[in-house]
C-alpha cells in the first residue's frame, strides 16, 4: 500500500467509448503524475499537475485529457482511443514537483481498446 | 531520453548479495542519482538516492564512484522477492528538471 489508489485496476473499451481513469493519493502531496508504459517500452511521462495546475504536457494526443479538481486526485479522460493506447497507466504523487522527494506510485490501470 | 546505461539483465542467487551497476557518465554536479524498482505489472518503488557519498537504508546500499560517472545498487541478501526491473535514473531538482525519466533498467532475476 503506497497511499496512492488507482481505479479501475482493468479497463477494456472499444474506439468510441469514453471512460475515465481515477487516482487519489492519501500522502498530502502537491503534484501528481501520470505516466505510460506500453509493452516492452520505458515508463513514459505523460503530464505533471502541481498544486491543481497543469505544468506539463509531453506532446500527448488530445484523446487524453487529464483533469486535477484537487491536490488529492487526479483523472485521465479517455475518448476515441486507438489500439495502440493500450497499456499501464500509471498515477504517481510526490511533496512538490520537481522536490527531492520521491514518488509514490499507484498499482496501475492496464487499459485494452479494442 | 534516460541519461543512465544498465546491463538489460542479470541473475543472482538467492541469498547472495545482488550488485547492479549503472553508468551515468554525463551527470552533472548538481543530478541525484536515484534507484527505483518495479515488480511486475506494479507501480514502481523507491529504493534509495545519493549524491556523492554512499547511502544505506534498510533495503539497499548505493555506491557512487568519486568521479560520479558511475555507480551500484547493492541488495545485501537478495530474495525471490527481489526479482524486479531496477531503473537508475539522475535527476536534479526544480521543476521540469526533477521529473523522473526512466529508461529501460536491468530486470534482476533472482534463483533458487
Known amino acids: 500500500e503506497t497511499g496512492v489508489t488507482q481505479t479501475p485496476r482493468h479497463l477494456v473499451m472499444g474506439m468510441t467509448n469514453k471512460k475515465s481513469l481515477k487516482c487519489e493519493q492519501h500522502?498530502?502531496?502537491?503534484?501528481m503524475y501520470w505516466y505510460k508504459q506500453s509493452a516492452k517500452k520505458p515508463l513514459e511521462l505523460m503530464f505533471v499537475?502541481?498544486?491543481?495546475?497543469?505544468?506539463e504536457n509531453n506532446s500527448v494526443p488530445s484523446r487524453f485529457s487529464p483533469e486535477c479538481p484537487n491536490s488529492s486526485h487526479l483523472f485521465l479522460h479517455l475518448h476515441t482511443l486507438q489500439p495502440e493506447d493500450s497499456a499501464l497507466y500509471l498515477c504517481a504523487s510526490s511533496q512538490d514537483h520537481g522536490g527531492p522527494g520521491e514518488l509514490f506510485f499507484g498499482e496501475g490501470s492496464r487499459l485494452t481498446v479494442l | 531520453d534516460a541519461k543512465t546505461t544498465q546491463p538489460p539483465s542479470m541473475d543472482c542467487a538467492e541469498g547472495r548479495a545482488a550488485n547492479l551497476p549503472c553508468n551515468h557518465s554525463?551527470?552533472?554536479?548538481?543530478?541525484?542519482v536515484y534507484w527505483y524498482r518495479q515488480i511486475h505489472s506494479q507501480g514502481p518503488q523507491y529504493i534509495i538516492h545519493?549524491?556523492?557519498n554512499n547511502e544505506t537504508n534498510e533495503m539497499a546500499s548505493l555506491i557512487i564512484t568519486e568521479d560520479r560517472k558511475s555507480s551500484t545498487l547493492i541488495l545485501p541478501h537478495a530474495t525471490l522477492r527481489d526479482t524486479a526491473v531496477y531503473y537508475c535514473?539522475?535527476?536534479?531538482?526544480?521543476?521540469?528538471?526533477?521529473?523522473?525519466?526512466f529508461g529501460k533498467g536491468t530486470k534482476l532475476s533472482v534463483k533458487p
Open positions: 500522502l498530502g502531496h502537491n503534484a
Open positions: 535514473i539522475v535527476r536534479d531538482y526544480g521543476g521540469s528538471q526533477g521529473n523522473l525519466i
Open positions: 499537475y502541481n498544486f491543481k495546475e497543469q505544468t
Open positions: 545519493g549524491l556523492k
Open positions: 554525463t551527470i552533472s554536479g548538481n543530478e541525484y
